[in-house]
């Protein structure tokens, strides 16, 4: 075991390492690629006015004329009205870059998520050529369904179930598949190849009544079954979770044809093997985490209720399949809140109608629509897709009373995910009865987080957004938050960076200051506003409903620590850059100073006005590190003794200039960069204080790492 072990661990060492060694020669590189589409063409067009775009995945064949040894996944932003086709061949000059996400505590880790699915690079295109116009299969299989699935309302639903693709499904219907918990359900796994196999098993069994008897194979059914499988695995794009189902259809398969009994765990641990010897990087997936957990669940339920017959034998269907639901929900937790940070209220109940709707009646119905749609049975096709939007009809209008019920878990409770696992072993073991006290001491564990106090004055929190700044002040479970990020099209930094943040820590915003009017500072208000209407509200903008003015000599007292506002001098009906709201935080020797986006011309004003009152232990980095602000007066008069910078890492504006950064290294003033180092925290005490970032020291990892050591290309 240890051998295998440690050969293993040298295995997936040595396969990180020559992959991310194989795609570091082609970040930030501008190349002639010859490369295949691998994205499918839903029938979305680009409008004229939608200067966004989209990316697409291509398939690089060669590079500079030259061909590639490995296949090389890169997503390309494509602008064109006109949306390329799987299969096609392009010959491309492309501008590449390296994923890069944003890194924050609660927050998704995309970086992961690359590795794990082999998608590093991205990029934008400079010049295209098709060369070879043919389509792929898969292809020409959608272009025959789109047309049906185009026509309903939850097309875009019929889309993820058919392709597994859900680049279509809309916010709403996201949003709702998430809140209840039947999110798993559009993703392609398991429980859809099952599917696909029982019923055309079932279909070729009930064919063969009528052929002759030399026919009667018993091994035909199982065969086609298998074979469509194949196909439809193939046909919704090969991704990790359908072959995950595939290998161990393929396993069960073999065992069964040679007549091979194993039990259930020597099944999962082979079919884990082997996963991981085809693609070790696939244990950085949580979709991997989540199948195998999932599995091991039910082989627990399963022996167990085998072994005791707790759960009854002539209890009726509903009965039977409720109390799996409640089981496997309850053991799912501790996965469940580490991969959403979350839980629906309503999983069991939306699952336990969700489920059957969508396998007995919408997935087969999607099936039938592509098997006629090939076959050009144009009425029997519209037929299948009005079944199957009726049917989905139902089951989001069932879904709507009972959406929004989803509650973040911040990282203190996560010990109550075990709840479900303690009960069901104390259920099987009566370990309560026996063993009583140790019982107790278990359960008082599992409390203890609620009792836990920080030890620590207060923190700054700068957090990863990108290109914008969103700032957090704390003391216990309260918060001010200056800035809130930018809003983008269908989403903001607000939602999918700093509530999750302050949910992760339990943090109630009690206040929120706004620097100036830009989008990459405002953007997010009216989101944080919504999820804590009680929040006051500060500013220099008389747009804005502010319960306190940001005007220079005002002052606000709060938990402790002094917000003093250093600029502007009045109130301003437009505040952008030169009105930026600049305040000071005090407690005890140590201060924070709040910049925004000041420029070099308030820099100025600052020194001859409050040069006194500039010394501070913390700075926020002025306007982004733009050229035009960091300079020497300022900073030799704040003297900070760490300053730090929200920047993303790829940026049009080149942010931050290394005509500002020099500054800082010829008054050799510290700085830290969201772009190099991620989220970035500072804990004050009452007689120090500690700097730890995300990418380093908060969570570290070998690929934080290595996105980190990368040149800041720009």
Not at 445 to 467: A, E, N, T
Request: hydrophobic residues 45%; contains cysteine; charged residues 15%.
């Amino acid at each position: 075991m240890v051998g295998f072990f440690i050969a293993g661990l040298l295995w997936s060492t040595t396969s990180a390492t020559q992959f991310l060694a194989g795609i570091e020669r082609y970040i930030d590189q501008t190349m002639m690629i010859t490369a295949s589409v691998k994205s499918i063409n839903t029938g979305y067009i680009v409008s004229d006015n939608h200067q966004d775009g989209q990316y697409i995945d291509f398939t690089i064949l060669t590079i500079n004329q030259q061909p590639i040894a490995d296949s090389l996944t890169v997503s390309l932003l494509w602008k064109n009205r006109s949306i390329p086709h799987a299969g096609e061949r392009w010959q491309l000059k492309i501008k590449t870059k390296v994923v890069h996400s944003y890194l924050n505590q609660g927050g998704f880790d995309s970086q992961r998520f690359a590795i794990a699915n082999r998608r590093l690079l991205s990029g934008t295109i400079q010049d295209a050529t098709i060369i070879d116009k043919t389509s792929n299969i898969r292809q020409m299989v959608v272009n025959k369904a789109a047309p049906y699935f185009n026509l309903f309302e939850y097309g875009d639903v019929m889309f993820a179930l058919a392709f597994g693709e859900r680049s279509q499904l809309t916010e709403l219907h996201k949003t709702m598949m998430l809140q209840t918990g039947i999110a798993h359900l559009m993703a392609i796994s398991g429980m859809h190849i099952l599917l696909v196999v029982y019923l055309c098993a079932r279909s070729v069994r009930a064919i063969q009544y009528f052929l002759p008897v030399k026919l009667m194979t018993y091994w035909l059914p199982t065969i086609v079954g298998f074979c469509a499988a194949g196909f439809y695995a193939w046909l919704s794009g090969l991704n990790p979770p359908v072959m995950r189902a595939m290998l161990a259809l393929s396993m069960w398969l073999i065992l069964r044809y040679r007549k091979t009994i194993l039990s259930p765990w020597q099944i999962i641990n082979r079919v884990i093997a082997i996963l991981l010897l085809f693609d070790p990087l696939m244990i950085l997936s949580e979709s991997f985490w989540l199948s195998c957990y999932a599995v091991v669940c039910l082989i627990i339920i399963r022996q167990w209720r085998v072994q005791s017959d707790w759960l009854g034998h002539k209890i009726d269907y509903l009965r039977q399949l409720f109390t799996l639901q409640c089981l496997l929900t309850l053991l799912l937790l501790p996965i469940q809140f580490f991969i959403f940070g979350g839980i629906s209220f309503v999983t069991i109940l939306a699952n336990l109608i969700a489920i059957p709707i969508i396998s007995f009646y919408t997935f087969p119905c999607i099936l039938l629509l592509l098997v006629t749609s090939m076959l050009n049975c144009f009425y029997v096709s519209l037929w299948f897709g009005v079944l199957a939007q009726q049917s989905l009809a139902l089951l989001f209008m069932l879904l709507k009373p009972i959406t929004g019920y989803w509650f973040g878990i911040a990282n203190q409770f996560y010990f109550f995910s075990i709840v479900g696992w303690l009960a069901l072993f104390c259920r099987q073991t009566a370990f309560w009865r026996s063993r009583t006290a140790t019982f107790l001491l278990i359960i008082m564990c599992i409390f203890s987080p609620l009792f836990k106090r920080s030890s620590h004055d207060w923190r700054v929190d700068m957090l990863d957004i990108g290109h914008g700044l969103a700032v957090v002040i704390s003391q216990g479970r309260s918060a001010v938050l200056y800035d809130t990020g930018a809003s983008w099209q269908n989403t903001s930094a607000a939602q999918r960076i700093i509530l999750p943040f302050l949910t992760w820590h339990n943090l109630n915003v009690e206040g929120i200051i706004i620097s100036h009017e830009h989008n990459d500072h405002i953007g997010g208000l009216n989101f944080i506003k919504t999820h804590f209407p009680d929040a006051w509200l500060m500013s220099s903008s008389t747009k804005l409903p502010n319960d306190y003015d940001c005007i220079n000599g005002h002052s606000l007292a709060w938990h402790g620590l002094q917000f003093s506002v250093l600029w502007p001098l009045a109130m301003n009906q437009a505040a952008f850059n030169a009105e930026s709201c600049v305040v000071k935080v005090t407690l005890g020797t140590y201060s924070l100073l709040l910049t925004g986006d000041l420029e070099r011309a308030q820099e100025e004003n600052l020194v001859l006005m409050q040069k006194n009152r500039l010394f501070s232990t913390i700075l926020q980095m002025p306007h982004h590190g733009s050229n035009t602000s960091s300079y020497y007066a300022f900073l030799a008069h704040v003297k900070p003794e760490m300053t730090l910078g929200s920047v993303s890492r790829y940026n049009p504006w080149k942010l931050p200039s290394n005509k500002a950064l020099n500054r800082y290294n010829d008054l050799k003033l510290n700085y830290f960069l969201t772009q190099e180092s991620g989220q970035i925290t500072i804990y004050f005490y009452p007689e120090y204080w500690v700097i730890e970032r995300m990418r380093y020291e908060i969570k570290p990892r070998w690929y934080h790492d290595w996105f980190g050591a990368l040149p800041i290309y720009r």
